[in-house]
């Protein structure tokens, strides 16, 4: 009995046989590739990404009361129009990448309200970092500078708008929170001065190079510092300290900066610039050590180089001047980029941030000495500090 595979085979190598062949892969890519790319449309529908109770329950609840849901238009933008690209390349990408999700899926990390509450600042700045990355490419599958009428906008937006057309802005710098709610932007900074403390608990005044964590008193002898009290002067957040020596819970640190003449209370790190190092007590002001003179001719001021030695509690220390510069970065970003795009620090010179974080603090969620260390981190950043643009 002749065997039927060999007789596919010897059909299979005739003319007849390969035109049957083509044909039949012909059909099977086609219905495979159709089937691939209704599979693709369906995992990107509204209905498939609503279809869990995390995404249901938190996010979608959200959406459905703004202007991207339901709008006199009558469009609506999907979650796919804003968070799967269109063009084949980069969505395939991004499916790939939606794994991850499936897996977060599977083990629940955020199948409760108050899972999702805790990572909604890590997930947003993913899709945020993704967006930017971009230029906000899903934004622009609908929406173009080229093709807006700022007339037809309020001033302050029409101002914004065109400024972040000149400058080549991005849509998610200023867009933040369009279509899902904002996550509390302090809780990435807070948690890390919450290190900083538990570390400066463990470890401050041990290094001898260490800088102020927060606002601190401060005395000019140990026994006034023993007692407490408000202090006789107070070391400003971010200040660099030489720590001398150690007794109980406090530290003996000498400050290096600047004293304006007629002035000596104050201790700035640079002469002409408004750096805050320390205010202190008249009488404190007596015992610095100077170092030098100078006269500015650009304040038209004399500077006197000076040293004062200070004692203050140890555990506002830190030795870790890598992790206290991410926290002020962290906090300039998540205070000052939620609205817009902020100006690097190295844009402006230190004296001018002063004013900026003045004026701009206000719209901010950030307590005093929030502001006082967001102004110190900006002004060691500045443009004639650190050399920026």
């Known amino acids: 009995m002749a065997n039927p595979f060999i007789a596919v085979v010897r059909f299979m190598k005739k003319p ?40 249901r329950d938190n996010v979608f609840q959200e959406y459905k009361k703004t202007i991207h849901y339901s709008n006199p238009a009558g469009v609506r933008a999907v979650c796919s129009d804003c968070h799967v690209p269109k063009d084949w390349s980069h969505k395939i990408i991004r499916k790939v990448q939606a794994s991850k999700e499936v897996w977060g899926k599977i083990t629940g990390v955020i199948d409760t309200p108050e899972k999702f509450e805790s990572k909604r600042l890590e997930l947003a700045k993913h899709e945020w970092a993704r967006m930017k990355a971009s230029d906000s490419r899903e934004c622009r599958n609908c929406h173009s500078f080229e093709a807006m009428d700022f007339t037809h906008q309020r001033p302050k937006a029409s101002k914004q ?11 998610i710098d200023c867009h933040k929170g369009i279509a899902h709610k904002l996550p509390d932007m302090s809780g990435g900074f807070r948690s890390k001065m919450k290190d900083l403390k538990a570390e400066g608990l463990k470890n401050g005044g041990k290094a001898e190079k260490s800088w102020a964590l927060t606002t601190s008193p401060a005395w000019g002898d140990l026994d006034k510092a023993a007692a407490g009290g408000s202090g006789e002067g107070r070391i400003l957040p971010a200040a660099p300290v030489t720590v001398l ?98 100006a690097p620090p190295g844009h402006f010179p230190a004296n001018q941030w002063v004013g900026i974080v003045n004026d701009m603090k206000a719209n901010t969620s950030l307590e005093e000495d929030e502001v006082r260390f967001l102004q110190a981190y900006l002004q060691n950043h500045a443009q004639d500090v650190v050399g920026g643009h």
């Open 245 to 342: 020596k150690l007794s109980g819970d406090l530290a003996q640190v000498r400050i290096d900066g600047w004293q304006q003449a007629g002035a000596e209370r104050l201790i700035v790190a640079l002469p002409g610039k408004r750096i805050m190092l320390a205010a202190v007590s008249a009488a404190l002001a007596e015992t610095a050590q100077v170092k030098s003179t100078r006269h500015d001719d650009e304040t038209d001021l004399d500077w006197k180089e000076a040293s004062i030695v200070l004692w203050m509690p140890k555990a506002n220390l830190t030795a870790d001047q890598k992790a206290l510069w991410a926290y002020g970065e962290e906090m300039f970003d998540a205070s000052c980029g939620a609205c817009h795009s902020p």
């Open 16 to 55: 007849v046989g390969l035109g049957v062949g083509a044909l039949i892969g012909v059909v099977v890519g086609v219905v495979g590739w159709g089937g691939f790319n209704t599979a693709m449309e369906a995992t990107s529908s509204l209905e498939f990404c609503t279809s869990c109770h995390e995404m």
């Open 161 to 171: 708008m065109q400024k972040a057309f000149k400058e080549g802005g991005t849509c």
